[in-house]
């Protein structure tokens, strides 16, 4: 029981730091499975790895609560326009992913969910980072509020390409952002946004078919998935402030060469 505690304290901190980061929580997962041994069962795990991102995902509402409740005391009329004019294009971004997924969910889990599609993913789009990043264009949009329904249409198309595992929702989403002009904080900032009903969405799918398909808890399975979400909620907040402020200063370079590492990593654990 301790040590599926602890198992649920890692997970919980990997995906709070790598669900936002533009490294791939997958590839992070499929290396700390490798190396500590999970005696959860595999049903059991995969819901596990789906609730603790809801965990996740609560963090971008507490953080940025007043820039999305459009209905918040003291907001003006046109405050609350612009906020739902918000929320309009993070449900159009939305839209490309959700139908892709619902179709093909399965599809994708039996042929791409494996460590050498996760590796090529994580190398592939760290090769991109860095041909961005070296490209230096001057961007055209420089608030959150600027972004438009087309582009936003455009950003989750880029989306789509998250659902092959090793890309990174938040790298695939960011990296659409930087390709159409877009500043790095506010593709950032939407790609935090963008989670929101991404992550909502999948979460309620994956839990549905575990429990449609007569899947049930013990009580300290619960304590488990209670641990997990509340552990990626908590460091999900301090990623978070993290992220948003190292892209004013910095560049996406790094997080380039730290993707290309782990993807080796993870060939290596193919190997070895």
Not at 73 to 97: D, H, M, Q, S, Y
Not at 146 to 166: N, R, T
């Amino acid at each position: 029981m301790l040590y599926a505690i602890l198992l649920a304290l890692c997970f919980g901190i990997l995906e709070g730091v790598t669900e936002w980061l533009p490294v791939s929580s997958t590839g992070h997962i499929i290396l700390l499975r490798h190396f500590l041994p999970v005696t959860l069962d595999d049903d059991f795990f995969e819901l596990f790895e789906v609730v603790i991102q809801l965990g996740a995902m609560s963090a971008v509402g507490v953080l940025f609560f007043s820039t999305l409740c459009p209905f918040l005391r003291g907001k003006n009329a046109e405050a609350r326009r612009a906020c739902l004019a918000l929320w309009g294009k993070i449900l159009v971004a939305t839209l490309p992913a959700a139908i892709i997924g619902l179709l093909f969910d399965d599809l994708i889990n039996s042929l791409l969910f494996n460590p050498l599609t996760v590796a090529v993913s994580l190398i592939a789009y760290g090769v991109l980072f860095l041909a961005i990043e070296r490209r230096q264009a001057l961007p055209r949009i420089h608030h959150v509020g600027d972004i438009g329904y087309a582009d936003a249409l455009k950003i989750g198309a880029f989306q789509v390409l998250s659902l092959i595992p090793g890309t990174s929702r938040s790298g695939a989403t960011i990296l659409g952002g930087l390709l159409l002009g877009i500043s790095r904080p506010v593709s950032a900032l939407f790609s935090f946004f963008l989670g929101l009903p991404t992550m909502a969405g999948a979460g309620v799918l994956k839990v549905t078919k575990f429990f449609l398909s007569g899947g049930r808890l013990a009580p300290t399975e619960w304590l488990i998935l209670g641990v997990g979400t509340l552990t990626a909620f908590l460091v999900s907040l301090a990623a978070l402030r993290f992220l948003t402020d190292f892209v004013r200063r910095h560049t996406f370079f790094a997080f380039g060469v730290y993707r290309i590492l782990l993807g080796i990593a993870v060939l290596l654990t193919l190997i070895f």
